[in-house]
């Protein structure tokens, strides 16, 4: 199983970015997803997560009406659309997917996750 990040880069604040996560090797199975982050010199947090379905989502306080997570399953591929990014925004973004359906109530932790990708840099000035 592969996660593949990708679609980072330098944006100025109150720009637009978005990121894509590719899956390879899961095909076939149903997995939820989620993105997380590490700025500089702190601990990685959660960002958003995503049901199978699409039905349910989740975000993190700091990124909510702002970041949107979606997901294309006939292209095993999971997106993040980050809307009006701030200089706090910077960090390097990774991809996860959690071999189940659903994710609700422990989209949150690390440990819920199978798979990460390598993850993708976003830097935003001011």
């Known amino acids: 199983v592969q996660l593949q990040a990708f679609g980072g880069g330098l944006v100025q604040a109150g720009g637009s970015l978005r990121l894509s996560c590719a899956a390879s090797?899961?095909?076939?199975?149903?997995?939820?997803a989620g993105w997380f982050r590490q700025a500089p010199g702190k601990e990685r947090e959660f960002v958003a997560a995503?049901?199978?379905?699409?039905?349910?989502?989740y975000y993190a306080d700091s990124v909510k009406g702002r970041f949107t997570i979606s997901r294309d399953n006939a292209k095993n591929t999971v997106y993040l659309q980050m809307n009006s990014l701030k200089p706090e925004d910077t960090a390097v973004y990774y991809c996860?997917?959690?071999?189940?359906?659903?994710?609700?109530?422990?989209?949150?932790?690390?440990?819920?996750?199978?798979?990460w990708g390598q993850g993708t840099l976003v830097t935003v000035s001011s």
């Open positions: 996860a997917a959690r071999v189940s359906t659903v994710v609700g109530g422990l989209h949150m932790f690390e440990y819920v996750y199978h798979y």
């Open positions: 995503i049901t199978w379905s699409g039905g349910s989502t």
């Open positions: 090797g899961l095909t076939g199975s149903s997995y939820a």
